[in-house]
């Protein structure tokens, strides 16, 4: 028989570390079923193809975790890739005919604009109109899809080389929208661990009351939140036309923001505000690009891959909400 010090160590183990485990879990599974997946080809295919995924989750987390949402951020990503891919057309038929070729840098520039001025309205509906996050990103969602498909009715295509480096190049053996997701990643972790704003948003989504009361400016905050949200969405959205020469504004980042939202619960970022470890959002990501791949790998048909991906969200949350209800 265990001791009951011997069981709160292997409950808190379990606790701290089980996306950890679920994932090895998984990638043993899959491996079994298909030994091809654990290769060094499979690992950089996934990687590059969860990559923009993983840099929107990590702006999607970050409105969880100040007990919000963000439904707009595949729709954002969409925007900003047509903007952008309109900036850096290399052909003679572009989109916006009048307009000279831009250098990369101003198309790049451009589509992340764009986020942050969603971002804002998004933030600015939500802090200081008192919308609920779901519904103002749910208008701001249609909204930007909306905008795509009146810019173009097709796809934005064949952009300059320079645009297309940041989804699509390579820095030695190194692809650089894999190195885009590290930095950011980098950068949520040390925001959220080592700045004041990051422990401004861990109180905003724990008790914004108490927040309130110890001097923290949770409508500033909240806004900075969603900038920082949208931010992400755009530059995904930038590292998708780049990566694809193309952008589409009916399919650009359709339902990403469903893996995001996915991927950042599984990784244990709560529901109910205030709980995200930076570590647990990127395993949340890396389960997520497991499943994807998997499941292409051995075959599986596409709309079972969603249904997986819908039981995954519920369990998560059910999960999440009975480890609060414990706590409580």
């Not at 008790?207 to 931010?231: M, Y």
């Not at 530059?235 to 650009?252: E, Q, W, Y």
Request: proline fraction near 3%; charged fraction near 10%.
């Amino acid at each position: 028989m265990k001791s009951k010090a011997e069981q709160s160590k292997y409950s808190k183990f379990i606790s701290d570390n089980g996306t950890w485990v679920v994932l090895i879990v998984l990638i043993i599974a899959i491996t079994i079923v298909n030994r091809n997946f654990f290769t060094p080809n499979n690992a950089v295919a996934l990687l590059t193809g969860e990559s923009v995924k993983g840099v929107m989750t990590f702006g999607v987390a970050l409105a969880i975790l100040a007990k919000g949402t963000d439904l707009s951020t595949g729709s954002v990503a969409a925007l900003s890739a047509v903007c952008s891919s309109a900036l850096c057309q290399a052909s003679a038929s572009k989109l916006w005919a009048g307009l000279p070729t831009m250098p990369a840098i101003v198309g790049i520039l451009g589509g992340v604009a764009i986020g942050l001025i969603v971002g804002f309205a998004n933030g600015y509906m939500i802090a200081y109109l008192h919308l609920h996050p779901f519904i103002a990103t749910l208008g701001t969602q249609l909204i930007c899809r909306a905008l795509c498909k009146l810019i173009t009715p097709g796809p934005v295509s064949k952009l300059t080389p320079g645009f297309r480096f940041l989804g699509n190049g390579k820095i030695g053996p190194f692809h650089m929208i894999v190195v885009v997701m590290i930095i950011m990643y980098i950068i949520l972790a040390f925001m959220l661990t080592s700045t004041r704003f990051g422990k401004s948003v861990y109180a905003v989504g724990g008790n914004d009351q108490a927040a309130r009361v110890a001097g923290i400016n949770v409508e500033h905050t909240l806004v900075k939140v969603h900038i920082w949200c949208s931010f992400c969405a755009a530059l995904g959205g930038v590292l998708l036309a780049g990566r694809s020469d193309s952008a589409d504004p009916a399919n650009t980042g359709l339902n990403y923001e469903l893996d995001a939202i996915a991927a950042a619960t599984v990784g244990g970022t709560s529901q109910t505000g205030g709980i995200c470890r930076p570590s647990g959002v990127i395993v949340g990501v890396l389960i997520m690009g497991v499943i994807n791949n998997g499941m292409v790998m051995m075959g599986v048909n596409d709309q079972m891959t969603f249904i997986v991906k819908g039981l995954i969200i519920i369990v998560s949350v059910a999960f999440d909400m009975r480890k609060n209800a414990v706590k409580k």
